[in-house]
């Protein structure tokens, strides 16, 4: 009878896992999303894919493709936060193209010298999936600058 309620025990968690990878969390990190934009009292625009993003400064000359090469200083966070990631001031080099779909979309706001704030629903991160530190579902806020298109 223990090992019965062992293994229906065992079983019961790899079925909990297995249906957070098949949830939705559209609904829920808009409305946190929301929540934060009001607790922080941010004026954020939000594009039809579902990206929330403020220009702070927009800078100047041509905005990226999702095809360019660019280097931005960046600070990662959650709605709590807490901090996942940060670049130095120097910032890092990459694909538009080589980064999450939040990432792809939201540095294309911004030209040269431009800074603001992305705030990237796991739909345009990394999904259902956890990543690192990142939980599967988080909701991401980047503080980003743009400082260069190569």
Request: glycine content about 12%.
């Amino acid at each position: 009878m223990k090992h019965f309620l062992t293994a229906l025990l065992a079983l019961t968690l790899f079925i909990s896992c297995d249906k957070e990878k098949d949830i939705d969390y559209a609904t829920k990190n808009e409305q946190e999303i929301k929540d934060y934009i009001a607790k922080n009292n941010l004026t954020a625009q939000r594009s039809d894919s579902g990206l929330y993003y403020i220009i702070t400064n927009p800078g100047t000359g041509a905005n990226p493709t999702a095809n360019s090469k660019v280097t931005v200083a960046y600070k990662g966070y959650f709605t709590n936060g807490t901090v996942f990631d940060q670049s130095s001031a120097e910032g890092i080099s990459f694909g538009l193209n080589q980064v999450i779909q939040g990432w792809t979309e939201g540095i294309s706001y911004f030209k040269t010298g431009g800074n603001g704030i992305l705030l990237i629903p796991s739909q345009l991160g990394y999904g259902n999936n956890s990543t690192g530190r990142i939980p599967g579902g988080s909701v991401l806020i980047f503080e980003v600058k743009l400082l260069s298109t190569n």
